[in-house]
């Protein structure tokens, strides 16, 4: 029926731009739009329709009622807050770059309401400490004050490039953005641990076990790492040298029983992020009286077998197949040009996304009618509280959308929307929502009757 709606729009629009009133009438003609119906409601006189559209979006003569997505960035619009006939220009300063990656802040869905906390940060924004060969910058509850559950780091390491080795009071989960790195650790029974790990591949240390990083390859690799606390800084870990260079000579003497003189040219303070010597392979790189960790700390999660959606792929990774990885536990989501990740939420945690790749449009429904939308992009990081209701929209019609869900828990849990009401004694429903319209009713109840979780929802 829309569709039909918006190719008559066209043709006409071409065949003869006539004046909207005489237009609307014509078109009443050919649909027999009742009277009283919305269409005929003053307020809503202009084509309900995404694109096309007689008036393009953020234009004033633009309506639309059913608030579609705008992919500023993609189709290089420029947002302004005009909304179905209310609204105006901006006349200030603009940031127009910020304004086309936030096209639901600068004209929000109709829908959105209250004063929701923000909900976005982009890695872009974080301070990058450069050290050699190296950098890293985090997202934690400093710069998101709503990231209170987790906290993220994003590295870079080029080859030979070494994270010393170093501990801290929270676990650590990994994801590997790209190139190759390699990992050690120690277990508590001094079982040690040696993997290389390639990109979507994960690594999981508990609280407290020592362990370091170093790339491999010709570029390194890049990570992004998940800390089970929001108050986590990087800055603050335990590291080696720091430790021995604020320990007297006279004490590291009697405890590695060799002369105190001896660490007269060891480091004066923490060497962090340095060049070093590259490795030989796992097994030459064995020390003697190496005793294997009965831990596993990595898993390739892209060797998962993919669940198939209508709409894309995901991969859940939590305890139950990694299970080392008792506090983080993440799902990755391949979501299809336009496609949506169903409108759902956690029980158990709050959900800390990572954009991979793409663009997005999230709603974040708090309750006592808030709610508030955010757009993404890759490298951006997003937080929904627990329980609070969303979907993640693939802004895009052309490029895919790739995401990370992480949450501070052992298990991966959520409840779909259609899912619940597809289980829900169907009375209860057309009470709810059709109380007035059977027909309706019908023709809704047959859409969501045995109603699976469909995670990612291809285009209808
Ligand atoms: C390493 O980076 C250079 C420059 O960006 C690029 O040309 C090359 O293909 C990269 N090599 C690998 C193995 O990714
Ligand atoms: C850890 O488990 C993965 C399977 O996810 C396996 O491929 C890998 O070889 C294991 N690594 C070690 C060091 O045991
Ligand atoms: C809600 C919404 O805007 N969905 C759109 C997703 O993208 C497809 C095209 O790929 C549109 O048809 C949907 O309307």
Redesign the pocket.
């Known amino acids: 029926m829309q569709l039909i709606w918006w190719n008559l729009l066209l043709l006409h629009a071409w065949a003869a731009p006539a004046p909207d009133a005489r237009f609307q009438h014509d078109l009443q003609q050919l649909l027999r739009i009742p009277a009283g119906h919305p269409f005929n409601q003053p307020d809503l006189q202009q084509p309900i329709s ?1 694109e096309p559209t007689s008036h393009p979006p953020f234009s004033p003569g633009h309506r639309d009622p059913y608030d ?2 705008v992919d500023s960035v993609g189709d290089d619009r420029q947002p302004l807050p005009f909304r179905n006939g209310d609204g105006t220009t901006v006349m200030g300063p603009r940031n127009r770059d910020r304004e086309r990656q936030n096209p639901d802040l600068v004209r929000p869905p109709s829908t959105d309401h209250g004063s929701m906390p923000n909900m976005r940060w982009s890695f872009a924004d974080s301070h990058i400490r450069i050290e050699e060969g190296g950098w890293t910058r985090q997202t934690t509850i400093r710069e998101l004050p709503t990231s209170r559950e987790l906290a993220g780091v994003n590295m870079r390491l080029d080859q030979g490039v070494i994270r010393e080795l170093h501990w801290h009071t929270e676990a650590e989960w990994a994801y590997v953005l790209a190139g190759k790195v390699r990992v050690t650790a120690l277990d508590t029974e001094g079982g040690s641990f040696m993997d290389d790990l390639e990109a979507g591949d994960l690594w999981y240390f508990p609280a407290g076990h020592p362990h370091s990083l170093q790339g491999l390859g010709e570029n390194g690799t890049e990570f992004l790492l998940i800390f089970d606390n929001g108050h986590f800084s990087e800055e603050s870990t335990f590291i080696l040298t720091d430790w021995m260079a604020h320990t007297p000579k006279a004490v590291l003497a009697e405890n590695f029983r060799i002369a105190a003189s001896k660490f007269d040219k060891i480091p004066t303070s923490e060497k962090y992020i340095f060049q070093g010597t590259n490795p030989g392979s796992i097994e030459d790189e064995k020390p003697r009286g190496f005793k294997k960790s009965k831990i596993n700390f990595t898993h390739h999660m892209h060797s998962q077998k993919p669940l198939e959606t209508s709409g894309g792929l995901v991969r859940i990774t939590d305890s139950t197949i990694f299970p080392i990885s008792k506090t983080v536990s993440a799902a990755h989501l391949e979501i299809a ?4 990740r169903e409108m759902h939420w956690h029980p158990n945690a709050d959900e800390w996304t990572y954009f991979k790749k793409g663009r997005a449009r999230v709603t974040i429904f708090a309750a006592e009618g808030n709610a508030r939308t955010f757009n993404y992009m890759a490298g951006d990081v997003g937080i929904v509280p627990r329980n609070h209701g969303h979907y993640v ?2 802004l895009s ?1 052309e490029e895919p959308l790739e995401i990370l869900e992480i949450f501070r828990s052992d298990a991966f849990q959520d409840f779909s929307l259609a899912q619940w009401l597809g289980r829900t004694p169907p009375r209860m429903i057309a009470d709810h929502l059709y109380a007035s319209d059977p027909e309706l009713a019908r023709e809704f109840l047959k859409k969501i009757e045995g109603a699976e979780k469909d995670p990612i929802k291809d ?2």
């Open positions: 995404q579609h997505k040009p336009g496609a949506l929209e693939n019609d285009t209808i």
